[in-house]
T-cell receptor, first 112, second 112 residues
Framework: GENVEQHPSTLSVQEGDSAVIKCTYS??????FPWYKQELGKGPQLIID?????GEKKDQRIAVTLNKTAKHFSLHITETQPEDSAVYFC???????????FGAGTRLFVKA | KAGVTQTPRYLIKTRGQQVTLSCSPI?????VSWYQQTPGQGLQFLFE???????NKGNFPGRFSGRQFSNSRSEMNVSTLELGDSALYLC???????????FGSGTRLTVV
C-alpha cells in the first residue's frame, strides 16, 4: 500500500550547520511532495513543496530535491538556527487521490 | 486572512460517549481533510471533503464520520469513544485537495 518512510527520526545539529532529512515513497503515481514543520502546540505548517516535473527547488535556506527513479526526496536546511528546531514531516500525494500520506516525522534540534 | 479554525481546542470525554469536532477552513478553500495525530502512529488520514462530498476515506472504523456544509465548514464525529481515540485531531484546508494544506491548531481529545 501507500507508504512514506522518513529518516532520521531525530537529528541534532550545531547552529550554522546543515541538516538533511530523507524520505522514500512507495506509490509511483505520487506527483506532489510537500514538507511541513510542526512546532509545539501548533498544527503542521507547509514550508516548501515540489512537483514531479521538477528535480530541485530552493527557497532561501531550505531546498528540496526529488529523484523520481529512486522514489526519494530530501529536505536540506542550510545555516541552521535555533528557531529551526521543530518536527519536520515529508509527505506525498497524487492528482485525483485527494489524500496525502505523511512520513513519521523528524525531530530536529539545533543547538546554539 | 484568517487561518483554519478548529473548535474546541481541548476535550475530555468518557468511554462510550460521542464527540463532534468543528473546522472552519480558509475562505475560498473548498477542500477539507481530517487527520488523527498520535505519538505512535503519526499523522493518519481520516477523510477528505470537497463541495459537501467525501472524496476519500482512510482506514478507520465506521465510528468515525464527517460531513461538510455548503459554506465549506466541516465537522467530524466519533461515536462510542474508546481510550485509543485519544489524539490530536487536525483539520487541513486547501484549494483543490491536491495541493498544499493549511492546518488548524487541532483539537486535543482525551478519552478517560
Amino acid at each position: 500500500g501507500e507508504n512514506v518512510e522518513q529518516h532520521p527520526s531525530t537529528l541534532s545539529v550545531q547552529e550554522g550547520d546543515s541538516a538533511v532529512i530523507k524520505c522514500t515513497y512507495s506509490d509511483s503515481a505520487s506527483n506532489y511532495f510537500p514538507w511541513y514543520k510542526q512546532e509545539l502546540g501548533k498544527g503542521p505548517q507547509l514550508i516548501i513543496d515540489i512537483r514531479s516535473n521538477v528535480g530541485e527547488k530552493k527557497d532561501q535556506r531550505i531546498a528540496v530535491t526529488l529523484n523520481k527513479t529512486a522514489k526519494h526526496f530530501s529536505l536540506h536546511i542550510t545555516e541552521t538556527q535555533p528557531e529551526d528546531s521543530a518536527v519536520y514531516f515529508c509527505a506525498a500525494s497524487y492528482t485525483g487521490g485527494f489524500k496525502t500520506i505523511f512520513g513519521a516525522g523528524t525531530r530536529l534540534f539545533v543547538k546554539a | 486572512k484568517a487561518g483554519v479554525t478548529q473548535t474546541p481546542r481541548y476535550l475530555i470525554k468518557t468511554r462510550g460517549q460521542q464527540v463532534t469536532l468543528s473546522c472552519s477552513p480558509i475562505s475560498g478553500h473548498r477542500s477539507v481533510s481530517w487527520y488523527q495525530q498520535t505519538p505512535g502512529q503519526g499523522l493518519q488520514f481520516l477523510f477528505e471533503y470537497f463541495s459537501e462530498t467525501q472524496r476519500n476515506k482512510g482506514n478507520f472504523p465506521g465510528r468515525f464520520s464527517g460531513r461538510q456544509f455548503s459554506n465549506s465548514r466541516s465537522e467530524m464525529n466519533v461515536s462510542t469513544l474508546e481510550l485509543g481515540d485519544s489524539a490530536l485531531y487536525l483539520c487541513a484546508s486547501s484549494l483543490q485537495g491536491n495541493d498544499g494544506y493549511t492546518f488548524g491548531s487541532g483539537t486535543r481529545l482525551t478519552v478517560v
